[in-house]
T-cell receptor, first 116, second 111 residues
Framework: GAVVSQHPSWVICKSGTSVKIECRSL??????MFWYRQFPKQSLMLMAT?????????EQGVEKDKFLINHASLTLSTLTVTSAHPEDSSFYIC????????????FGEGSWLTVV | LAKTTQPISMDSYEGQEVNITCSHN???????ITWYQQFPSQGPRFIIQ???TKVTNEVASLFIPADRKSSTLSLPRVSLSDTAVYYC????????????FGKGTRLHILP
């Protein structure tokens, strides 16, 4: 199946700093990518839809100024957690649709963020 | 987006066939049914997708009745490594169509 890669797999940052997570579609182009957040033992929560060349669409309750999303190219979307606080610690997962595979959505490996 | 209902958890034994049923009473005409598997600290992995009747691949089968208001994921001869959370997702497949996750089913395979 198609491959979606995230980097870093895990990151620890100090409270008040910003951290960037990258999401790449390795073997297909993705005009749209999606970012999720997941807490332990819970389901994935959609944060935003990332659109190449335009602004992201955020779900209700998600702070767009805290979670900056940039979709710089057809294969790369980034999520920047700004002024991170311990409550932002979570597992972040991205996904993208593959046109060539019946528009199936594939997910990245996920990125653990710990804010200390 | 169609709401889905799955059992919260299931237990089974190695070598058994496991069937997980998902209810989606308000499925729309252009909605597809997709199942994902997720292990702890990993992103969901695509298992199978279908629109109607039966779909089979190398890892699972998906049974969809004519009214499409439910679907059943069938895992043949499970092993311990099949212990995971399984999500049933229903929605259109347009480029911008988002996927909303339900609570999923925690499948625990016992030796």
């Amino acid at each position: 199946g198609a491959v979606v890669s995230q980097h870093p797999s895990w990151v620890i940052c100090k409270s008040g700093t910003s951290v960037k997570i990258e999401c790449r579609s390795l073997d297909f182009q993705a005009t749209t990518m999606f970012w999720y957040r997941q807490f332990p033992k819970q389901s994935l929560m959609l944060m935003a839809t990332s659109n190449e060349g335009s602004k992201a669409t955020y779900e209700q309750g998600v702070e767009k100024d805290k979670f900056l999303i940039n979709h710089a190219s057809l294969t790369l979307s980034t999520l920047t957690v700004t002024s991170a606080h311990p409550e932002d610690s979570s597992f972040y997962i991205c996904s993208a649709r593959d046109y060539g595979a019946g528009n199936t959505i594939y997910f990245g490996e996920g990125s653990w963020l710990t804010v200390v | 987006l169609a709401k889905t209902t799955q059992p919260i958890s299931m237990d089974s034994y190695e070598g058994q066939e496991v069937n997980i049923t998902c209810s989606h009473n308000n499925i729309a005409t252009n909605d597809y049914i997709t199942w994902y598997q997720q292990f702890p600290s990993q992103g969901p992995r695509f298992i199978i997708q279908g629109y109607k009747t039966k779909v089979t691949n190398e890892v699972a089968s998906l049974f969809i009745p004519a009214d499409r208001k439910s679907s059943t994921l069938s895992l043949p001869r499970v092993s311990l490594s099949d212990t995971a959370v399984y999500y049933c997702l229903v929605g259109p497949r347009g480029v911008d169509d988002k996927i909303i996750f339900g609570k999923g089913t925690r499948l625990h395979i016992l030796p």
